[in-house]
């Protein structure tokens, strides 16, 4: 069935550190893919998405680019700040249901 | 983006004790789901529905029911709750949108409600 596999966590990264969470998708398809955030005590909120091969998604310094030959879709953000703190969920899908990966906690320390 | 509530934010109830949690949306989409979400994190689907009248299980199985009767409220009941019940529960809304041959279906997320059963 179609899955995302990304990077396990936790991260660990330093305040302006550079991130990368990987994600990879299997589909029969072309789904769309998605970067959800959530924080503590919160529901996921949508953080950016792409809806075919080469797109780039964008949002709030975030960035991920929909790679058809690899099958990818890793996020990124080129100078992380504490706020950035939370637990990221890359996500598949088409007409019918989102798959989710399991998720990866970022924790940004001063 | 969408706007969709669910109450209460945190349960904490007894041992056989009927429950039902809320999920209303003010978007008019036409698709909801229910997410259980495990203290590892992942979310696993319970529940969905892609309109009135319409409700299907989801692919962890789940001891709750649903009902959509109307396209704005999506409850969730527990009819004797139990310990393993304890958990983060997520209702999500999604609208069908084409882009040409591409069908995409962006789901926005309420806050979650924790439940804990003693």
């Known amino acids: 069935g179609d899955s995302v596999t990304q990077m396990e966590g936790p991260v660990t990264l330093s305040e302006e550190a550079f991130l990368t969470i990987n994600c990879t998708y299997t589909?029969?398809?072309?789904?769309?893919l998605f970067w959800y955030v959530q924080y503590p005590g919160e529901g996921l909120q949508l953080l950016l998405k792409?809806?075919?091969?080469?797109d780039k998604g964008s949002n709030k310094g975030f960035e991920a680019t929909y790679r058809k030959e690899t099958t990818s879709f890793h996020l990124e953000k080129g100078s992380v700040q504490v706020s950035d703190s939370a637990v990221y969920f890359c996500a598949g899908g088409g007409a019918n249901n989102l798959f989710f990966g399991t998720g990866t906690r970022l924790t940004v320390i001063p | 983006e969408a706007d969709i509530y669910q109450t209460p934010r945190y349960l904490v109830i007894g041992t056989g004790k009927k429950i039902t949690l809320e999920c209303s949306q003010t978007?008019?989409?036409?698709?909801m789901y229910w997410y259980q979400q495990d203290p590892g994190m992942e979310l696993h689907l319970i529940h969905y529905?892609?309109?009135?009248?319409?409700?299907e299980k989801g692919d962890l199985s789940s001891e709750s029911t649903v009902s959509r009767i109307r396209t704005e409220h999506f409850p969730l009941t527990l009819e004797s709750a139990r310990p393993s019940h304890t958990s983060q529960y997520l209702c999500?809304?999604?609208?069908?949108?084409?882009?040409?041959?591409?069908?995409?279906?962006?789901?926005?997320f309420g806050p979650g409600t924790r439940l804990t059963v003693l």
């Open positions: 529905s892609y309109g009135v009248n319409s409700t």
């Open positions: 999500a809304s999604s609208e069908s949108r084409q882009m040409g041959r591409i069908s995409t279906d962006t789901q926005y």
């Open positions: 589909a029969t398809g072309y789904p769309s």
């Open positions: 978007m008019g989409h036409d698709k």
């Open positions: 792409a809806t075919k091969a080469d």
